[in-house]
């Protein structure tokens, strides 16, 4: 048998990198902690404060925030001052782990990530067995965890960037639409549009009924529910009322039977409507997605996108890093002929498709 060489140095830098990944994975949990407890939003003026202080401000326990406080830190989350013992968020950290308004909030994607992992066991057996995990299946963080989440970009870019980069929909919106929000989740997607377009009509489908529920309760809230509809149906199945404008939000990829939704859709605009499909940001190869965004979205594709999909007829399991080229086929399957990349974010491809 040859022996391999191995370069103990490579080996050194594997093992510092593998113990930072369990570090990374602790500390998953730890800022959910923190983003429940507001930890970070009683640190957000960015100002120094000790573990004891920052317990007081959050009625916690100060030994418990002060090993917190100490993770936060050695993970460059926090900057710890040794002098004075004092730990600050810096403000620009405090955009994303401590204002829930701003357009850089991830706090809601650990709320996603603590839900998807506690699906670790299923998903063993799911390996095993080749089953499927339905979305409605995991804990109910995911569903709370994406709307925070997705939220940050639909309030920064769906009604100022990614409606005019569509032809011709921000107009007909203005004069009065009929649009569907397909897999609407809990229809934040839907309640912007409603908002942004008081002569417009919106129904918001999806196959999750608790998320529908929600839904109808966000409606109320944001006093749209007068001109925004939430009904529980598949995206092969919902009534096909001629709409202006069929939206799929990070959807269409969870699908078991994109191609039939894409027939669906065909079905159910007017002949000169518009198909929008946001999809997560992806290249058309492997190699194109090795890099931070592929690798949170590969982790989140086989937690919750693949075995979604695989869990529904057909069960195609695209895959949230499907790419354009694959998304091209699926919908140009379904008879829509016009197809094309709206634009972008460095999180989100934005397509238009149209008969
Ligand atoms: C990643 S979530 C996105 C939710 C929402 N659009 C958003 O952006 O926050 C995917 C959604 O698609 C829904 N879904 C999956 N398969 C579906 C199908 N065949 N028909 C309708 N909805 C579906 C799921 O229930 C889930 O709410």
Redesign the pocket.
Known sequence: MATQTIDETKVEAFLEQILSEAGAALNAALIRIGDELGLYRAMGDAQPLTAATLARRTDTHERYVREWLNAQAAGGIVVYDPDTDRYTLPAEHAVSLADEASPFAMAGLFQSVTAAIRAEERMTDAFRTGGGVG??EHHHGL?HG??RV?GAA?RTHLVNDWIPALDGVEDRLRAGARVA??????G??TILLAQAFPASRFDG????AD?IAVARRRAEDAGVADRVRFEV????AYPRRDYDLVA????LH????PSA?ARHARSALRPDGTWLI?EPMAGDRVEDNLNPVGRAYYGFSTF??TP?SLS?EVGLALGAQAGETRLREVVTAGGLTRFRRATETPFNLIFEARL
């Open positions: 979305w409605h569903f994406v709307e997705f639909y929000d397909v897999g609407c989740g809990h934040l997607s489908f999806d196959v999750h998320s149906a598949a995206a092969d799929f939000f990070d959807a969870d699908m078991g039977d939704a946001v919750l996108c979604a529904q």
